[in-house]
Nanobody, 123 residues
């Protein structure tokens, strides 16, 4: 299984960035794809997760209303549009795959993730 993420970078507070992720090699019928992030010295935090159950995407409380995930779950390609970015959004963002359903807090127990992409928001 491979996950290829792109996007990220440096932006000023209030700005926008878009992340993209393409997954390949998934052989099971039920799975989830999403993003989590990790800032230095902090625990992983779920950003958004969507699974093949047909339910809507689940967002973390800190990003709901500002971030939007879209794309084609069947084609295993998703994008994460991040608007109204804040300095506290600064982290390494990981695109990830799980063979379990999403949790309501925008996270899940991921089985595979990519290398991560840095997002830095300056104040």
């Amino acid at each position: 299984l491979q996950l290829q993420a792109s996007g990220g970078g440096l932006v000023q507070s209030g700005g926008s960035l878009k992340l993209s992720c393409a997954a390949s090699g998934i052989t099971l019928n039920n799975w989830a794809i999403g993003w989590f992030r990790q800032a230095p010295g902090k625990e992983r935090e779920g950003v958004v997760c969507i699974d093949t159950s047909g339910a809507s995407a689940y967002y973390g409380d800190s990003v709901r209303g500002r971030f939007t995930m879209s794309g084609d779950v069947a084609k295993k390609t998703v994008t994460l549009q991040m608007n109204s970015l804040k300095p506290e959004d600064t982290a390494v963002y990981y695109c990830a795959i799980s063979y379990k359903w999403c949790w309501a807090n925008g996270y899940t127990q991921y089985d595979h993730w990519g290398q991560g992409t840095q997002v830095t928001v300056s104040s």
